[in-house]
């Protein structure tokens, strides 16, 4: 196969985003394309797989060419030659492409027997996964969480209905597939560009992972409820509250940043929802709001560690400083927010994670505090990547009782 030269060029363009502008995989290719207006699907296709591979992959092709994470033009070239010369990819007259032989085979035969480098993880990571998880579990669960993510996508019922959409899509030969217990998904079986669609543009689906959505349904809605989302970022999940609840009622969105709240009100808009309100957190809501909810979600901030599958540079963007600051945010999210529930309601705390310490060790510590000892635990789910093939989720729901 004959590699064209506006592809890696392209290739290296997205790389170097990444790696040295430090931006996130999906933007980086998002901005790629944008300057390669003039690629096909195929073209596009080829860029998304080689560059999340190579970022799923990193710290083994980081150790077959000796970069060592110092990444300038020339290490970034390495990394796309060794990335074709493994995987077999084809030629390329490019001149910058450097040429490998077997020993490179050597090498790779030789390490991809150690976990480091055949799931690519830092060493801490992977320390953290044997402690928590446990040696056998952890080492399931990394490789699920490095196979690719399926395209989910959330029927949004209030402009359309799930046989509906299916029709849609068959007319513009886009494949679904229904999955048991997932009430509002489909899975999109070929990869394409929903965002270019219609059907995106009207407001019919959002992209949002099976696990995901099980957390609105956890929540027992009803319209006369007080409902607030309180780290509800771009809103992914208020806006299926404010759908299984058909537009009735109202939902509090909140968020510390504005910019989420203002990306939040712009796809409501698309999505013909009105019954949410956006709102900046800080003390005075806080204290103002106390024991007014009959529903409060807690989305922490987690380390995303769950959600490998469609974020596969978290990994490099977190390191066992910044988890455990993020462990001590969720524990004083947990405390302050917990004060927004009024007597008999639900606290729903959610994470993308699947590590004890972000999870249940956060909730058995809440409980066993001063804040907590209003709590029961009602319910706690651990959605593991490997069993669902989804997301790795954490969903606990507290009730206050007295």
């Given at each position: 196969?004959?590699?064209?030269?506006?592809?890696?060029?392209?290739?290296?363009?997205?790389?170097?985003?990444?790696?040295?502008d430090?931006l996130?995989a999906?933007?980086?290719?998002?901005?790629?394309?944008?300057?390669?207006?003039?690629?096909?699907?195929?073209?596009?296709?080829?860029?998304?797989e080689?560059i999340?591979?190579i970022?799923?992959?990193?710290?083994?092709?980081?150790?077959l060419?000796?970069?060592?994470?110092?990444?300038?033009?020339?290490?970034?070239?390495?990394?796309?030659?060794?990335?074709?010369?493994?995987?077999?990819?084809?030629?390329?007259d490019?001149?910058?492409?450097?040429?490998?032989?077997?020993?490179?085979?050597?090498?790779?035969?030789k390490?991809?027997?150690?976990?480091i480098?055949?799931?690519?993880?830092?060493?801490?990571?992977?320390?953290?996964?044997?402690?928590?998880?446990?040696?056998?579990?952890?080492?399931?669960?990394?490789?699920?969480?490095?196979?690719?993510?399926?395209?989910?996508?959330r029927v949004?019922?209030?402009?359309?209905?799930?046989a509906?959409?299916?029709?849609?899509?068959?007319?513009?030969?886009?494949a679904?597939?229904?999955?048991?217990?997932y009430?509002?998904?489909?899975?999109?079986?070929?990869?394409?560009?929903?965002?270019?669609?219609?059907?995106?543009?009207?407001?019919?689906?959002?992209?949002?992972?099976f696990?995901s959505?099980?957390?609105?349904?956890?929540?027992?809605l009803?319209?006369?409820?007080?409902?607030?989302?309180?780290?509800?970022?771009?809103?992914?999940?208020?806006?299926?509250i404010?759908?299984?609840?058909?537009?009735?009622?109202?939902?509090?969105?909140?968020?510390?940043?504005?910019?989420?709240?203002?990306?939040?009100?712009?796809?409501?808009?698309?999505?013909?929802?009105?019954?949410?309100?956006?709102?900046?957190?800080?003390?005075?809501?806080l204290?103002r709001?106390k024991?007014?909810?009959?529903r409060?979600?807690?989305?922490?901030?987690?380390?995303?560690?769950?959600?490998?599958k469609?974020?596969?540079?978290?990994?490099?963007?977190?390191?066992?400083?910044?988890?455990?600051?993020?462990?001590?945010?969720?524990?004083?999210?947990?405390?302050?927010?917990?004060k927004?529930?009024?007597?008999?309601?639900?606290?729903?705390?959610?994470?993308?994670?699947?590590?004890?310490?972000?999870?249940?060790?956060?909730?058995?510590?809440?409980l066993?505090?001063?804040?907590?000892?209003?709590?029961?635990?009602?319910?706690?789910?651990?959605?593991?990547?490997?069993?669902?093939?989804?997301?790795?989720?954490?969903?606990?729901?507290?009730?206050?009782?007295?």
């Open positions: 196969m004959k590699l064209h030269n506006n592809l890696i060029e392209g290739l290296f363009q997205c790389l170097k985003l990444i790696l040295i430090k996130y999906h933007k980086a290719i998002e901005l790629t394309f944008k300057k390669n207006k003039s690629w096909g699907s195929r073209d596009r296709g080829f860029i998304a080689f999340y591979s970022i799923r992959y990193l710290r083994l092709y980081d150790k060419t000796d970069v060592n994470f110092d990444y300038n033009d020339r290490n970034i070239w390495k990394l796309i030659s060794v990335y074709i010369y493994i995987n077999k990819l084809g030629n390329s490019n001149e910058n492409i450097i040429k490998f032989d077997s020993r490179i085979n050597s090498i790779h035969n390490i991809i027997s150690q976990r480098y055949k799931e690519s993880i830092p060493d801490w990571l992977d320390e953290l996964g044997v402690k928590e998880i446990g040696e056998e579990k952890w080492g399931i669960e990394i490789k699920a969480l490095n196979n690719p993510a399926e395209l989910c996508i949004n019922t209030i402009k359309t209905s799930k509906k959409l299916k029709k849609d899509f068959e007319k513009i030969n886009i679904t597939q229904e999955v048991g217990e009430k509002d998904g489909l899975i999109v079986t070929k990869r394409v560009n929903l965002f270019r669609t219609k059907e995106f543009k009207n407001g019919l689906f959002e992209i949002q992972d696990s959505q099980l957390v609105a349904y956890s929540l027992d009803n319209p006369k409820l007080k409902i607030i989302d309180t780290c509800a970022g771009a809103g992914g999940k208020t806006l299926h404010a759908s299984i609840l058909n537009n009735k009622g109202n939902v509090i969105a909140t968020d510390i940043y504005q910019h989420k709240l203002d990306e939040l009100k712009r796809r409501a808009r698309r999505n013909g929802i009105h019954n949410i309100t956006t709102k900046i957190i800080d003390k005075k809501f204290k709001n024991e007014k909810f009959d409060v979600l807690i989305d922490a901030p987690c380390s995303g560690f769950g959600v490998m469609r974020n596969p540079d978290s990994k490099w963007k977190i390191d066992k400083i910044k988890f455990n600051s993020i462990l001590e945010d969720q524990k004083e999210i947990l405390k302050n927010h917990s927004l529930v009024k007597m008999g309601g639900f606290l729903i705390y959610v994470t993308c994670s699947i590590f004890p310490s972000e999870n249940n060790f956060q909730i058995e510590e809440f066993n505090s001063e804040k907590g000892k209003n709590f029961n635990l009602i319910s706690e789910q651990n959605i593991s990547p490997h069993k669902s093939g989804f997301d790795g989720f954490y969903i606990a729901k507290l009730e206050r009782v007295c």
